[in-house]
């Protein structure tokens, strides 16, 4: 530094000419000009330029800065898109592999993107092969004949450029005359790779102002540098011998760099001295690991952990702007499904909903899924999937249910060969008015996406969307603005084009545009850079560390580019030009971390060491030893064989030593509590449905009642339309069937109501799923017919029970009568259905009105089929009744204020079993969903929870053995659950006979 610095001093002695330092990259030149300016007071008058920049500058000064963006940009790429077809008819090899039988979307684009990158890949290794091919020759490199399946390129690279008009070989050759202009001598600091037109440049700044090179011995630049100019100055500002290597052991990415952490805070908390200006992270895959640091690395709380106030520099991209995302979207819409969610979460994007209002996600879903809206934005939009005439479940036919649901009350049918949907109310009429208008405008938009169209063209119908459909609040106003700048450039690049491009063709180009950033390395300001492999290589630091060092990125592949032209000695090697960076960057280093993945994330066994730090360990000397790390970050050996600096992973080691010493579950504390709560009061009456609901799930029952939590399920938007009837929407039918049928309809109305409603699938699949449901209803009506068509009688229910603790309470309904039996009639297989007559008939029974009961329903027959099932209550006398009532009451009354472990299925089950003395004890253990035979009813899914999710886990050993309270009666069962069953269904169970 000190002879550059010398260097520079020497050349300010007129104020009008600026000194050139050419370094390997702009982070590198910021640091270089903060030690120039440490040195010299100040170092303005000097452009520390990297190769790429020195490029940009001699094109603004040769003024061919349009061609060369031509060139390097997209209007190159579709030029070649443009001479794909021409080309195509005269080279069949080529014609083939894009012919429309093998087309796919995006295809064509997709090879011209590559087929361009290939040609400005031999431009920056070879020039002299594309100005051959510009000057007419058919030939490789060394005047070869070019094999046939590559002899299509010449021409194609010849047409591409006539239709641009332009010639890279003469906007080089303008650049290098320009640099031949340049009298100041250009410093060349530590760049180890040139391009070929980089280096035809630097030549000519040789011959005019003359070249001064500062290279590092024994590296890529030390050679070529040398040759090209006219004094060359080694620098030692490495630090000597091989550095301190720390090797550490380690997970997936996440805990990777989790342990970074940890031995960053070390290496600070061992050297005082140290600053985050003296430490570089090395990560050759930024992309794998950005999201990662910024969250490992972000300030945080004074509790948090220490490495959090290290200042590393946040390496994730900038945030894209949400409007051009959205254009990108809009523009694919049509030749997407159109799906319930896909396009909900279009309409709630901020550009689209704070225009219309969307501002209730919930309101919005719960309409959107009461419509019955599935995929498709109508029929026409359907016809694109093969599916002519089906409009059920679209977009349009879900709004047309929602205004429809506006205008005609529930139940009243208009004529209109459609039904309303009960989920819109009138409160609704703002969201769903908006709701309409927006699915109006980008059914206009799919329209105008059906036809290719001119980029310009394109860009009129993003602009028009923008005005349509997007608003935004002040503040965010500049998102609008910078997409429709974007868009206006896109137009001025490719002004008097007329290539064809269909949507999905210009949406990838404007995604390309829209794709953010990543966050400029900010190296020089204090803070700790993140860099990639080969940045900053030859800077010095006190501590370099190594991230994400895997084989298949060092030293990876080769990455020559598909049908490339053999290039000789000039094709890179690219191996050994990462496994040389790697090197350099561990020799600027006095000490050097390396966290690397040494165990599977999934099964933890050991991975091998990968090639490229085996080498760097051979080259440097070193045989460290490696420290292993364990798989998460609250693992005990973190803080008993290892030394960690994370409080918050502390505490959660603490707790899991706790919940290993048998500290109870959650699920077991909350039932603790709730089994021994305090009976506070008793109700003045209780009906007869109150009761069934209550033993049917005394969980959701007590939930209700102390806190006043009711479980439902919250819509939910399903993307397809169903093919078939889920068992419940089954269940639901016949059971429609059914109550049609005692209501003296037909089949025929219900089936009309069915279909107007849309509930059944499309089509004859729609009937297919009816005729299922008639046959449950047939068979279930044959058999209970002659019971259900008998006289009918009603019976007042008016008791006074006395409950154990003196206190009284009355039990009052309505009871019907068929025929003088009590008559239960449901399509459901449940055991628990018997409740309902059951509890009928004991409350006749109590009240001196002794009537048997019967339940009819249906099962499963054999191979699927359904069949009918009759179950029997035989009468009881009036005292045996009312005590069987009191039992019943009794536990209501406590089922109110403390949780009741009697599932009525579960129980049902459990007290036929013992009152028949062969209790079947695999019957009660076991996981949930490991065997057909072991549900546990009543206890809900991830997508389906119910109210015993909260009190136990889905063992069903975790009821059935749970040890008995003493709130719990006591008739010689061994747990809470059995006693329930045995207390509460025991005279049910052995009263009931079945008959098939």
């Not at 008058?45 to 061919?64: C, H, I, N, Q, Y």
């Not at 204090?526 to 860099?531: D, I, L, N, T, W």
């Not at 010095?540 to 560390?545: I, Y």
Request: charged share 20%; aromatic share 6%; net charge negative.
């Amino acid at each position: 530094m000190d002879a550059l610095t010398d260097e520079l001093k020497s050349q300010q002695t007129d104020p009008f000419l600026r000194s050139r330092v050419v370094v390997a990259s702009r982070a590198t030149g910021r640091i270089v000009g903060q030690e120039v300016a440490r040195r010299l007071g100040i170092s303005a008058g000097t452009d520390f330029l990297s190769p790429a920049d020195l490029m940009r500058s001699l094109a603004e000064k040769a003024g061919v800065v349009r061609e060369r963006s031509q060139w390097l940009g997209s209007a190159f790429d579709l030029a070649v898109w443009d001479s794909l077809a021409p080309v195509g008819e005269q080279f069949g090899v080529m014609g083939r592999a894009l012919s429309p039988v093998s087309a796919r979307p995006g295809r064509r684009r997709a090879t011209a993107t590559r087929l361009a990158r290939l040609f400005r890949s031999y431009f920056d290794l070879a020039p002299q092969l594309i100005e051959s091919w510009l000057a007419g020759e058919d030939a490789g490199l060394n005047g070869e004949a070019l094999p046939e399946h590559l002899a299509w390129q010449p021409e194609l690279l010849r047409t591409a450029c006539s239709v641009l008009e332009i010639d890279p070989g003469e906007s080089l050759s303008a650049m290098t005359e320009a640099a031949a202009s340049f009298t100041v001598p250009t410093l060349l600091l530590a760049v180890d790779h040139l391009t070929a037109p980089q280096h035809q440049v630097l030549s000519a700044l040789s011959s005019s102002g003359g070249v001064i090179a500062y290279q590092p011995s024994h590296t890529p630049g030390d050679q070529w540098a040398s040759e090209l100019a006219e004094s060359t100055s080694e620098l030692d500002d490495a630090p000597a011998g091989s550095p301190r290597v720390a090797v550490h052991g380690s997970h997936g990415p996440a805990r990777q760099v989790e342990v970074l952490r940890e031995a960053l805070t070390a290496a600070f908390d061992e050297d005082q001295t140290l600053e985050p200006r003296d430490v570089v992270i090395v990560c050759p895959q930024p992309d794998r690991y950005l999201h990662l640091l910024d969250a490992t690395f972000r300030p945080a709380g004074p509790d948090a952990h220490p490495g959090r106030g290290l200042r590393v520099q946040p390496v994730g991209r900038e945030a894209a702007n949400p409007v051009l995302s959205l254009i990108v979207a809009l523009l694919r819409l049509r030749e997407s499904r159109a799906t319930a969610s896909g396009l909900l979460e279009l309409l709630l994007a901020p550009p689209i909903a704070h225009r219309w209002h969307f501002t209730d996600r919930q309101a919005l879903t719960d309409l959107v899924s009461g419509a019955g809206v599935h995929w498709g934005l109508d029929g026409e939009h359907r016809k694109l999937f093969h599916l002519d005439g089906i409009n059920q479940s679209t977009w349009m036919r879900g709004l047309d249910r929602l205004l429809v649901g506006l205008a005609v009350p529930t139940g009243v049918s208009a004529g209109l060969a459609i039904s309303g949907t009960e989920a819109v109310t009138s409160s609704d009429m703002s969201i769903v008015g908006s709701l309409a208008e927006v699915i109006s405008r980008l059914r206009k938009l799919a329209a105008d996406t059906a036809q290719t169209r001119t980029i310009t063209d394109w860009v009129v119908v993003s602009k028009q969307a923008i005005t349509e459909l997007f608003g935004l609040p002040f503040d965010d106003a500049w998102q609008i603005l910078h997409a429709q700048a974007t868009l206006a450039r896109f137009a001025s690049d490719h002004a008097g084009r007329d290539t064809q491009l269909t949507a999905h063709e210009f949406a990838a180009l404007l995604a390309d545009a829209a794709e953010p950033l990543r966050a400029r390395l900010a190296a020089g300001n204090g803070s700790m850079p993140v860099v990639g492999l080969g940045e900053l290589q030859h800077v010095p630091f006190k501590v370099v560390a190594l991230l994400g060092i895997t084989d298949d990125v060092v030293p990876g592949r080769n990455q020559q580019l598909p049908e490339s032209v053999d290039l000789g000695d000039a094709t890179p090697n690219l191996r050994a030009r990462k496994l040389g960076q790697l090197l350099s960057h561990a020799k600027a280093a006095s000490q050097l971390i390396v966290v690397s993945e040494s165990r599977s994330t999934h099964t933890n066994e050991a991975i091998a060491t990968p090639v490229a730090l085996s080498w760097l360990f051979e080259s440097l000397g070193v045989t460290p030893s490696q420290v292993q790390h364990p798989a998460t970050a609250t693992a005990e050996a973190n803080f008993t064989s290892g030394r960690s600096y994370d409080r918050a992973a502390l505490h959660g080691a603490v707790a899991r030593r706790r919940r290993a010493s048998s500290q109870p579950s959650p699920a077991r504390r909350r039932r603790e509590v709730a089994r021994t709560a305090p009976i506070l009061s008793t109700p003045s009456q209780i009906t007869l449905k109150q009761l069934e609901a209550f033993l049917t799930d005394p969980a959701k029952a007590f939930l209700r009642s102390t806190l006043g939590v009711r479980l439902y399920r919250e819509a939910q938007l399903d993307d397809d339309v169903p093919l078939t009837l889920d068992s419940l929407s089954q269940w639901q039918v016949t059971n429609d069937l059914v109550k049609a049928v005692e209501a003296g309809l037909t089949v025929t109305d219900v089936e009309a109501e069915y279909r107007e409603r849309e509930v059944l699938p499309p089509d004859a699949l729609g009937g297919v799923a009816l005729d299922k449901a008639k046959q449950g209803a047939r068979e279930l009506w044959e058999h209970a017919e002659s019971d259900w068509s008998r006289p009918t009688a009603q019976h007042a229910i008016n008791l006074t029970i006395t409950l154990a603790d003196g206190s009284t309470t009355h039990v009052v309904d309505k009871v019907v009568t068929r025929g003088g039996q009590v008559i239960g009639l449901t399509p459901s297989k449940g055991i628990d259905k018997i409740l309902a007559p059951w509890l009928d008939a004991l409350a006749l029974a109590a009240s001196g009105q002794p009537h048997q009961g019967r339940l009819h329903q249906l099962t499963n027959g054999q191979y699927g089929a359904l069949d009918h099932l009759s179950t029997s209550l035989p009468t009881m006398n009036e005292h045996e009744a009312l005590a069987n009532l009191t039992t019943l009451v009794e536990a209501y009354v406590a089922g109110q204020h403390r949780l009741i472990p009697a599932p009525a299925v579960l129980a049902i089950k459990y007290a036929r079993q013992a009152a028949a003395n062969r209790v079947v004890e695999a019957d009660w253990a076991g996981v949930l969903g490991e065997r057909r035979n072991n549900p546990w009813p009543g206890y809900g899914t991830r997508e389906q929870p119910t109210a015993w999710q909260l009190f136990y886990e889905p063992s069903l050993s975790d009821l059935t053995d749970e040890p008995l309270v003493s709130s719990d009666p006591h008739n010689g069962e061994p747990s809470g659950f059995r006693a329930w069953a045995v207390h509460l269904y025991s005279p049910l169970a052995s009263r009931v006979g079945e008959e098939e």
